[in-house]
């Protein structure tokens, strides 16, 4: 498979290359040349398949050409040894539980999916040393922290919004050690997002150490999470809910609805997508006007989604010809401040005993006022609601159970690197390294 720039200066790359180097160097990102169709029968089946026999297949059509077989389903099913529910919330919406990998959040397949992947081809190619470098609003960093953990060849540094993050989110990716360095950065996610865009531009650093990227940026972070929509499809298909299903995806820096957007290119049958946001609402703005206007991030209740320059806003952008109409007749969206965020996940809680995390809430309020007569609903409840337990517990006046797999991380004792949100800084510790 060949991958080209969203930017259109940069060489064509395989995709060893696009993975390991993350980023085109017209500081494009990258997309497939064409994006396969999969066969009617897989559609037809597709209910009576295992959620491995379906990633596999949706694997396949992206990774196929450069992954022998034996090869990649050991990938796969190594990074999905989990299902993920879809649990019925009212009668016409339902979640899809995507918190039930190693660290409760669904970038978990993304991020193993990627360290596996990479791992491959630096077996493969005999390679130095690889460093990954990795913004984090929330929920990557300790995806990427825990996929990359101990693997061989590969260091990772998280760079997070120092007092932005859950406390939980920051124990995930703080207390590992080993391959695994926090930098806590005195600023906003679109500050780390940028301290790593740069990073991979500067000539001297990147003569000095090999680096790649674990964002959405990468191809192989957010490609695996167009598993979860088939696999959605499949389960609802078998509750006979799947004819007139829309989708709706909390959004933040757009990789996961823009995996999804791909899976509807390659036939999935899902008839529309929703773009749940928090007051970040740069993409429900450009939906209204046709006019994509990044502005700073403003700090939220669900903080995963605060992002003000959503990088995957091009790749969507890419994906249908650039067309605002096209994009518009797939998409639409919706924003909700921290109030109505907060007053949703109550109503909810109260209504049907559901505990949706503050991002999950976003999608289901977005369901409840966006449904048409005969539509089913999924939303993707992107990450435990115990990831964000100060925040639900205030909303709830009550405490929620923290699961065992969370109480472990928060055992450790936390170990950062503080940093500015100068480039020059930041460079200068990585020439040091």
């Not at 500067?202 to 003569?207: I, Q, T």
Request: net charge negative; charged share 20%; glycine share 8%.
């Amino acid at each position: 498979m060949i991958f080209y720039s969203t930017n259109g200066q940069a060489p064509a790359a395989t995709l060893e290359k696009a993975v390991v180097k993350g980023l085109a160097e017209d500081k494009g990102l990258y997309m497939p040349e064409r994006i396969k169709a999969l066969p009617q029968e897989f559609f037809d089946n597709i209910e009576n398949l295992s959620f491995q026999e379906i990633a596999y297949t949706v694997a396949d059509a992206f990774f196929g050409e450069d992954v022998p077989a034996a090869d990649l389903k050991a990938i796969v099913y190594d990074t999905l040894a989990f299902d993920c529910p879809c649990v019925k919330v009212t009668d016409n919406i339902y979640s899809l539980e995507l918190f039930h990998g190693p660290t409760l959040a669904f970038k978990d397949v993304g991020a193993r999916f990627m360290a596996r992947l990479l791992q491959y081809f630096l077996k493969k190619e005999g390679s130095e040393q690889v460093n990954v470098l990795v913004a984090t609003s929330g929920d990557t960093g300790s995806a990427v922290a825990n996929g990359f953990l101990g693997v061989d060849g590969i260091h990772v540094y998280v760079l997070y919004p120092k007092g932005k993050v859950s406390p939980i989110q920051e124990c995930q990716f703080t207390t590992l050690g080993k391959n695994i360095t926090a930098v806590e950065v005195d600023g906003v996610f679109d500050d780390c997002q940028a301290l790593v865009k740069n990073a991979f531009m500067d000539k001297e650093l990147n003569a000095h150490m090999k680096l790649t990227s674990a964002n959405s940026i990468n191809v192989a972070r957010f490609l695996p999470q167009s598993f979860y929509y088939f696999y959605a499809y499949a389960q609802m298909k078998k509750l006979g809910l799947a004819d007139e299903l829309v989708v709706c995806v909390p959004s933040g820096n757009f990789g996961n609805i823009c995996s999804a957007l791909f899976g509807k290119k390659m036939g999935l049958p899902i008839k529309r997508f929703i773009a749940a946001n928090n007051a970040n609402d740069i993409f429900f703005k450009y939906l209204q006007t046709g006019k994509y206007e990044p502005k700073a991030s403003v700090q939220t209740i669900a903080n995963a989604m605060d992002v003000g320059d959503p990088s995957n806003f091009a790749r969507v952008y890419e994906l249908y010809g650039k067309s605002h109409a096209a994009i518009c007749a797939d998409i639409s969206g919706a924003t909700y401040t921290d109030e109505q965020i907060a007053e949703t996940i109550r109503k909810v809680k109260s209504d049907t005993g559901y505990v949706c995390d503050p991002h999950g809430a976003c999608g289901f309020q977005a369901l409840q006022d966006g449904l048409n007569a005969g539509e089913v609903g999924v939303f993707l409840e992107t990450a435990h609601p115990a990831k964000f337990k100060d925040t639900v517990d205030a909303i709830l006046n009550e405490s929620i159970e923290i699961p065992a797999k969370l109480q472990a991380f928060m055992k450790g004792t936390k170990q950062s690197v503080p940093m500015s949100k100068d480039f020059s800084d930041f460079k200068k510790y990585l020439l040091s390294e």
